[in-house]
C-alpha cells in the first residue's frame, strides 16, 4: 500500500474527535459527579481521546485519563489499572472499572478492582449504563 494513502487512512481513523459517544454516557457521566465520585478513562487507545470528550462536552466529568501510550502499559496488564487508582487516590476496594472487553478489561480484578463488564456498544442509541450508576449506589433518573 502506499505510504501516503496508509498515513492519511491512520490520521482518519485515529481522529479521536469523530468518536460518538453511546447516548447514556453523558448522563451517567453527570449523575456521578453529582454524586462525588471520580471518574478515570483507561484506555489502550494509540492516540489522545480528550479531544473527544472535549469536543462532547464530557471532559468536565472525567478526573483523569490513563492512556496506555502516555503509560507505556496495557490492559489486561494490571498496572495500568493501579496507576488510575493512584491517579485518582482511591484504593481498589473503592473502585468499580467498567468495560466491554473480558479479557481486556476484567484484569481489573486482578488489581483488586471490583469489575463490570458490559456487552460491546452496538449502536450508540443504546443505553447500558444504568448498570453502572446501580453498582455505585446512584439514583438512576
Same mark, same amino acid.
Given at each position: 500500500m502506499d505510504s501516503v494513502l496508509a498515513d492519511a487512512m491512520y490520521e482518519t481513523l485515529s481522529d479521536a474527535a469523530d468518536n460518538l459517544f453511546a447516548a447514556d454516557v453523558a448522563p451517567? %457521566? /453527570?449523575a456521578l459527579k =453529582? =454524586?462525588? %465520585?471520580k471518574v478515570a478513562v483507561v484506555s489502550d487507545i494509540h492516540v489522545d481521546i480528550r479531544p473527544a470528550f472535549l469536543k462532547a462536552g464530557l471532559d468536565t466529568y472525567v478526573d483523569d485519563y490513563v492512556l496506555s501510550f502516555e503509560h507505556g502499559t496495557c490492559k489486561p496488564d494490571p498496572a495500568i489499572f493501579r496507576t488510575a487508582l493512584d491517579r485518582l487516590g482511591v484504593q481498589p476496594s473503592e =473502585?468499580? /472499572?467498567v468495560g466491554d472487553r473480558s479479557g481486556h478489561d476484567g484484569a481489573a480484578v486482578e488489581a483488586g478492582v471490583t469489575t463490570l463488564l458490559v456487552p460491546p456498544l452496538t449502536d450508540v442509541a443504546e443505553k447500558r449504563l444504568h448498570l453502572v450508576l446501580a453498582a455505585c449506589g446512584v439514583p438512576v433518573r
Amino acid at each position: 500500500m502506499d505510504s501516503v494513502l496508509a498515513d492519511a487512512m491512520y490520521e482518519t481513523l485515529s481522529d479521536a474527535a469523530d468518536n460518538l459517544f453511546a447516548a447514556d454516557v453523558a448522563p451517567t %457521566l /453527570m449523575a456521578l459527579k =453529582a =454524586a462525588g %465520585l471520580k471518574v478515570a478513562v483507561v484506555s489502550d487507545i494509540h492516540v489522545d481521546i480528550r479531544p473527544a470528550f472535549l469536543k462532547a462536552g464530557l471532559d468536565t466529568y472525567v478526573d483523569d485519563y490513563v492512556l496506555s501510550f502516555e503509560h507505556g502499559t496495557c490492559k489486561p496488564d494490571p498496572a495500568i489499572f493501579r496507576t488510575a487508582l493512584d491517579r485518582l487516590g482511591v484504593q481498589p476496594s473503592e =473502585a468499580l /472499572m467498567v468495560g466491554d472487553r473480558s479479557g481486556h478489561d476484567g484484569a481489573a480484578v486482578e488489581a483488586g478492582v471490583t469489575t463490570l463488564l458490559v456487552p460491546p456498544l452496538t449502536d450508540v442509541a443504546e443505553k447500558r449504563l444504568h448498570l453502572v450508576l446501580a453498582a455505585c449506589g446512584v439514583p438512576v433518573r
